[in-house]
């Protein structure tokens, strides 16, 4: 199922979806205020994370995209999982690609990424 990103884990094959329950659960958990008006801009915020390889952000973004399936993988063990991994830059890569391809975040990481390239771009002129 190619909306499903799967990882084994102890054992144990959990499944991890990146839907409208995903961006339910992250959006919330950053606000900005911008012209006076409160955004949610929590999806954003755990892209950034991941693309800065920020273990906290990886470890919400994996959490919140198990949150309803089943089986439902603790927290801790997912924390344990991250420290022990043999190829943490994998996994985040591995995430990015499942959440760049998720038809609900797929146009939403292309922007964001297209904003981080025009800022590294002009970042290595200035």
Do not use: W
């Not at 919330?28 to 012209?35: A, D, E, R």
């Not at 470890?59 to 919140?64: C, I, R, S």
């Not at 890569?93 to 939403?108: E, G, H, I, R």
Request: charged share 30%; with cysteine.
């Amino acid at each position: 199922m190619a909306n499903v990103m799967e990882l084994t884990i102890g054992g144990t094959v959990y499944q991890f979806k990146a839907g409208f329950s995903f961006i339910r659960e992250v959006e919330p958990l950053k606000t900005q205020v911008q012209n006076g008006m409160k955004q949610d801009v929590g999806v954003n915020f755990i892209l950034a994370g991941l693309h800065d390889g920020d273990a906290e952000s990886l470890l919400t973004a994996l959490d919140k995209m198990n949150k309803g399936q089943e089986p439902r993988i603790a927290r801790e063990k997912l924390e344990e999982y991250i420290e022990e991994c043999d190829d943490i830059e994998a996994l985040f890569s591995d995430t990015l690609d499942f959440l760049k391809n998720a038809n609900c975040l797929k146009k939403k990481v292309k922007s964001f990424e297209k904003a981080v390239a025009e800022l590294e771009a002009k970042n290595a002129i200035g």
